[in-house]
């Protein structure tokens, strides 16, 4: 059995944007060697998502207006309320970035054999900034044979 | 170690509608001869979801009724205006579908340890049509030894 | 390649609350000896959840209030007619508690490197508690080499 891991980087737009890493993480697998097994995509980030969905861009569009309705960023947070927390004073006012980074997930599981992953035709690997612009890192392991 | 895939198919409901998988699951890990390890699931659709939660006939309502009402059919999405986007113009308006997909995630991992799955009394793994009817395909690995 | 697998137990509190358990994993993981590999989370519950985020107290007590808000506790469910369910008397009225369950997610899969889990500077493993208080079950399984 074999393992092999690598990062992706991704500098992402401002507010929430969607970006689709699915052929970031097809070279990862050709780089590993590994035809049977399993992909692990893990953002490291709490004011990120990680999805699998389809990558059409008027629908990027909805999934960022259908959280400023859910979650709307203006809403009263503790965790916005910086003064009263022990942290730098310069902490952006993120509460409804790490509520919609809990609710969509950070991490996925994905089949792989005989080389491909197993995703239907119109399921792209999406990472979810929600919180942006920034430098964003997401780990990608490869397992298996 | 030993891989094990196969692929489940089921004819979902119309709308949205709970479908318990569970029984395909264990077939699949009987198939296997896997007893240690753990279990892949994904489903390979944009407008379906798996869970791991109670299969109860008037909790499976409570979810088609939530998500009515959390991201209405009915409401504006760009991605449902068919005539400007790029594709068949017989596709379905199916935003709402898509985003319910997203926050409730297609992916699931679970634990099998002597050829049993370690989910609590209460837990079945269901598939999700959110967008019915159709046929769909859940991909099931066994990985382990 | 070696599989390894414990139960953690949590004595949660009343209604939603969260709990770290990244601490209960790390011992785990030293437990196994595995140095590379990938460990899988599952909460045994349906009215519990597990995320990956920042466990922040003022951000736990937002988390709280987005679910009230969300997801009433006092809104009509089929599922708490109890009365019309062939199922004990005495369940409790918890159909808010399953909804909640379904969004967030049970099951976490997390790249293991090296001994370390590769989560970023402010991720933790956070049991979420939506039903409490009760004794919870996790499992939790290292595997790899």
Chains 1, 2, 3 share one sequence.
Request: with cysteine.
């Amino acid at each position: 059995m074999k393992i092999y891991h690598e990062d992706i980087t991704v500098k992402t737009n401002k507010g929430i944007h969607l970006h689709d890493i699915s052929d970031h993480v097809k070279v990862i697998i050709k780089a590993s060697g590994i035809k049977n097994g399993f992909i692990t995509v893990n953002s490291k980030h709490t004011t990120t998502a990680i999805t699998i969905n389809e990558f059409e861009s008027r629908l990027t569009d909805d999934v960022r207006l259908f959280f400023h309705k859910l979650i709307p960023e203006n809403d009263k947070y503790l965790h916005n309320d910086i003064h009263l927390r022990d942290c730098p004073q310069d902490e952006p006012e993120n509460a409804h970035s790490h509520l919609a980074s809990m609710l969509l997930g950070n991490t996925e599981s994905i089949i792989l054999q005989e080389g491909k992953m197993q995703l239907g035709k119109w399921q792209s690997i999406i990472l979810i900034e929600l919180d942006g612009s920034r430098d964003r890192t997401v780990g990608v392991q490869v397992m298996g044979v």
